[in-house]
């Protein structure tokens, strides 16, 4: 079975800090996703990998950055962490090029108080 | 301005009814795909449909592709209560990949 997990599921930080959020998949696939997901807004792309070390903004990337030393792994960090992120965010993963058939992970609630 | 609009966007029925969900664009797309999310998850690919007026069925849910690739619907047909959570059609009409705006269904037992 196709899995993708993500670090947490929940998490509280206070504005200011750094948030790392972590994703993992077992599929061996290149593609790597983050976005987030607020109500009225859709999903919004933020960051996508298609090999290791490569990344590339994607709708709004202002305020995170991303990190993918591995092929499995996918981390989103918020370099200093303010109310407006909080939001639920997702990975995912996806063995075709341009984003097709793409694998979820659970989602992470952030809440920035 | 949403590339791939979805309606209605909140749909409340009873258990056993039939309904119709809408993904239209004025972009034509090489293929769509449907997902379902439900509450405290993420989506769950149902189904990519890939030539224009095509038409999948996944048990009691009808996808169809528009004939000039710029559209999608999902009918389902006697709906349960575990069909309940957030449809989202999704496709890229160039280099980038778009999901749409979403439309949540609740059936109520």
């Known amino acids: 079975d196709v899995k993708v997990t993500q670090s947490s599921r929940y998490l509280v930080k206070r504005t200011g800090e750094k948030v790392f959020l972590e994703c993992v998949q077992d599929?061996?696939?290149?593609?790597m996703f983050w976005y987030r997901q607020d109500p009225g807004l859709g999903l919004r792309l933020i960051y996508f990998?298609?090999?290791?070390?490569?990344?590339e903004k994607g709708d709004i990337p202002e305020g995170y950055s991303v990190s993918r030393e591995k092929k499995e792994r996918f981390s989103l960090i918020l370099e200093s962490a303010s109310t407006n992120q909080t939001s639920m965010y997702l990975c995912a993963s996806s063995l075709l090029a341009g984003g097709y058939e793409q694998y979820f992970g659970p989602g992470t609630r952030l809440t920035v108080t | 301005t949403q590339l791939l609009e979805q309606s209605p966007q909140f749909l409340s029925i009873q258990e056993g009814e039939n309904l119709t969900v809408y993904c239209n664009s004025s972009?034509?797309?090489?293929?769509l795909q449907w997902y379902r999310q439900e509450p405290g998850e993420g989506p769950v690919l149902l189904v990519t449909v890939v030539t224009g007026g095509e038409v999948k069925k996944l048990k009691r849910l009808t996808f169809q592709f528009g004939d000039a690739r710029k559209d999608s619907s999902l009918h389902i047909t006697a709906a349960q209560p575990g069909d309940t959570g957030l449809y989202l059609c999704?496709?890229?009409?160039?280099?980038?990949?778009?999901f749409g705006t979403g439309t949540s269904l609740t059936v109520i037992p």
């Open positions: 999704a496709g890229a009409p160039g280099n980038q990949f778009y």
């Open positions: 990998s298609y090999d290791v070390k490569m990344k």
């Open positions: 972009s034509v797309f090489s293929s």
């Open positions: 599929m061996d696939h290149e593609n």
